[in-house]
């Protein structure tokens, strides 16, 4: 046990322990200058220098003085009022557009290239606005739904707002629910789109089916939403890309809406003298990726000759693969087991080049379609890019609008606006 006196001096080494500790962790404040200190020693030496420190104003001060520069600078550079301010349209010599459901531009591709400047390509999938971005530089390409787009302020500076509204509710494939479907409702908003940038002139790509659903009700029911009660004299037409320079048989109606104020009758463009056939396009085609058949479909696929489909098969193969249903169904389905023809046109691209009613064989291999032909009988050059991957791109490509066709669509309607 320890002494007293030991005891003693232990308590007394506890405190100055404490007391260094606690006046250790203290700030010492300088009341001239505000300058804080953790060691009492830096307090000292800082108030006993030979040159005394400054005082230094209060945070109010401070505070206001930060505030009257800024006003100051605004004052110099006034702030205009974001509301104010309106995204400037670029004037032009050049017809213009603005394009929405644009999907991979074949549409605006053929517009483009016969002379018209896009001011808005506008469409809802990524990967189809990438495939724009790659092939339009420097355009105004605007990703989202057309339900959010505002064309005031291009009113008064489009030529034509056009688009490929989607189609699948008048599709003949399709259960034609019409407007009650709400891609069918699409055209509704692009008759508010009509109505905001007030076009000269409008067109509207479509599936033929649009011109049968309900007996030709929705059709006309259509034409009287875009006449806007006098506002546009409004046309349509059913136009087969084959009759444009394109390699293909696709039926497409075309709507047309002209100002009223535009007195000239709109007519549509007159067929091309020309006949380009498979083998006219399906030579040289650049390498690109490809569906494959499996083995058993190629080994079906290799009995069907050039230019044939399923009615050609040996009668037990013809049985295995169209089923004891498919031919009880009888004549038609011609589309099924389908090997192409190099001398005819392509019949319909759809999104891939091997459903089974829609088969798209090779003319000379037995293999699908692949991209790069699908993008020929397409009519899109060979530079043309298509972002995503290989089933994507059956998609996008697919869907367009052959691009010959937009072209010559685009070249009567120049001429018809005074620009050539």
């Not at 006196?5 to 260094?20: M, V």
């Not at 390509?121 to 105004?140: D, S, V, Y």
């Not at 192409?340 to 080049?353: G, I, R, V, Y």
């Amino acid at each position: 046990m320890y002494p007293i006196t030991n005891w003693l001096k232990i308590g007394d080494r506890i405190h100055q322990i404490y007391t260094y500790n606690r006046t250790s962790s203290m700030v010492h404040t300088c009341e001239t200058c505000s300058k804080e200190f953790k060691q009492k020693g830096h307090y000292e030496a800082h108030k006993a220098r030979k040159t005394p420190c400054k005082k230094q104003p209060a945070m109010e001060q401070l505070v206001e003085q930060k505030v009257q520069e800024a006003l100051a600078r605004v004052a110099a550079n006034p702030i205009v009022p974001i509301a104010a301010v309106v995204v400037p349209v670029e004037q032009t010599s050049d017809p213009t557009f603005i394009e929405v459901c644009a999907g991979c531009g074949g549409l605006s591709s053929g517009f483009m290239k016969a002379g018209f400047k896009p001011l808005l390509l506008n469409e809802l999938q990524k990967t189809f606005c990438e495939t724009l971005r790659l092939n339009h530089p420097g355009a105004n390409i605007k990703q989202g739904s057309m339900l959010d787009l505002d064309l005031k302020p291009f009113k008064g500076k489009v030529d034509i707002l056009q688009g490929g509204v989607p189609c699948q509710a008048f599709s003949q494939a399709g259960e034609r629910k019409g407007l009650e479907d709400p891609r069918g409702k699409l055209i509704v908003q692009f008759n508010r789109l009509i109505n905001e940038c007030e076009p000269r002139m409008f067109l509207v790509e479509n599936v033929k089916g649009l011109t049968t659903h309900e007996n030709g009700t929705t059709l006309a029911n259509i034409l009287t939403l875009f006449e806007n009660n006098g506002l546009y004299k409004v046309y349509h037409k059913v136009l087969n890309a084959k009759d444009y320079d394109v390699p293909q048989k696709r039926e497409r109606v075309l709507i047309v809406g002209v100002r009223s104020s535009i007195d000239k009758v709109f007519t549509y463009p007159e067929k091309s003298s020309k006949v380009v056939l498979l083998k006219d396009v399906l030579v040289n085609v650049p390498p690109s990726p490809g569906a494959v058949y499996p083995e058993h479909k190629k080994v079906v696929m290799d009995l069907v000759p050039q230019g044939g489909c399923w009615v050609d098969l040996p009668e037990d193969v013809k049985r295995a693969y169209m089923g004891e249903k498919g031919m009880a169904a009888g004549g038609g389905k011609r589309g099924m087991a389908r090997r192409l023809s190099m001398n005819e046109q392509c019949l319909t691209l759809t999104t891939s080049p091997c459903q089974k009613q829609t088969e798209r064989c090779h003319p000379l291999e037995t293999r699908p379609l692949n991209v790069r032909e699908y993008a020929r009988i397409q009519t899109f050059p060979d530079s043309y890019v298509f972002a995503g991957g290989m089933g994507n791109q059956y998609k996008q490509i697919g869907n367009a609008v052959p691009v010959n066709l937009a072209y010559a669509m685009a070249m009567h309607t120049k001429k018809f606006l005074g620009y050539v």
